[in-house]
């Protein structure tokens, strides 16, 4: 479906318009000091769902959730001195912690793609920080550009790329430092995930050591570095038509069972319920039957996610 794409200037006027749209689950553009972000309520799992729709992202990997200022990001994650000792030198800034999660931090299961950690930044760019104070809660953002593209450092780009599907970039001129934020690991020794726009040497003089790679490690990091990944601790049978005894069925559309990704057939809604149901029926310890999904628009992620949890392992 096309929808008109507002340019917002980044005045009152136009933030509060912006902050408008994310509370009524829309996606919004706007610009950091890094790169232009693709901007949903990190809350709203159909918002984010309508981000990779948009993006035409092929799988769902983690988001980057940004946030006005420390306080807010204390709300979600189990926080550290090392990550206070990086959030003094660097928030805000184009850094990216990833954190434990906090029990009950509200966040939509789809922004950490199931997995048990977030990333968060709080960024410096005057319109992302007016933005962010005027919606009041985080808001997950990758870059706003078509899956595989040049990543936006202007609106025009953000324009030229995702015009009539979002609906508003807010245009704050072009990005100060123009590459992806640095990101670092913190749920177990520091770690390098991502070089970027801050130097990995000035994070290694605050921690006073040098930080690992995250190619060193054979631990998951982040999606997509291993073929079984994703997976329940049952086993997973995909395309079932019905459960066959003993297993439990993950329905969508017509097929029905213990729970339903979506009844409509709604690939929206089904990408935002993909790994919540997951998590319910893996609870109850019994194999797990899945539902045709058609290999189409989001269908293709929830296909790639559902692959990785019924893979041998």
């Not at 799992?45 to 799988?59: C, D, I, L, M, Q």
């Not at 206070?84 to 660097?90: G, R, S, T, W």
């Not at 789809?110 to 960024?123: E, I, K, N, Y």
Request: glycine share 10%; charged share 15%.
């Amino acid at each position: 479906m096309t929808i008109q794409t507002e340019t917002l200037l980044p005045d009152a006027t136009g933030i509060v318009r912006a902050a408008d749209l994310l509370r009524e689950g829309a996606l919004v553009s706007f610009p950091t000091e890094t790169v232009y972000g693709l901007g949903a309520d990190a809350r709203n799992g159909e918002a984010v769902a309508r981000v990779y729709e948009a993006k035409g992202r092929p799988s769902f990997n983690p988001l980057i959730v940004h946030v006005a200022r420390v306080s807010q990001a204390q709300d979600f994650v189990l926080w550290s001195d090392t990550a206070q000792a990086l959030a003094d030198a660097f928030w805000p800034g184009p850094l990216t912690m990833v954190l434990p999660l906090a029990t009950n931090h509200g966040l939509s299961s789809l922004v950490t793609a199931g997995l048990d950690s977030v990333a968060l930044r709080v960024p410096a760019d005057p319109t992302a920080q007016a933005l962010l104070q005027a919606f009041g809660g985080p808001i997950a953002a990758p870059s706003a550009n078509p899956s595989g593209r040049i990543s936006p450092t202007t609106a025009q780009h953000v324009i030229s790329g995702l015009s009539g599907r979002i609906s508003a970039v807010v245009d704050g001129g072009a990005c100060a430092v123009g590459m992806e934020s640095t990101i670092i690991g913190l749920t177990e020794g520091p770690t390098l995930f991502r070089a970027g726009g801050l130097a990995h040497e000035a994070i290694e003089q605050i921690l006073g050591r040098t930080l690992a790679s995250s190619a060193d490690s054979d631990a998951i990091t982040a999606p997509g570095q291993m073929t079984s990944h994703y997976a329940p601790a049952a086993t997973v049978r995909l395309n079932a038509l019905e459960a066959q005894p003993g297993e439990l069925m993950l329905g969508f559309g017509d097929v029905n069972g213990a729970l339903n990704l979506s009844p409509t057939g709604d690939l929206v809604e089904a990408a935002a319920n993909l790994f919540d149901h997951l998590h319910q029926l893996d609870a109850r310890a019994l194999p797990i039957a899945v539902a045709p999904i058609p290999m189409q628009g989001l269908g293709r992620a929830i296909n790639d996610r559902l692959a990785r949890a019924a893979a041998p392992r």
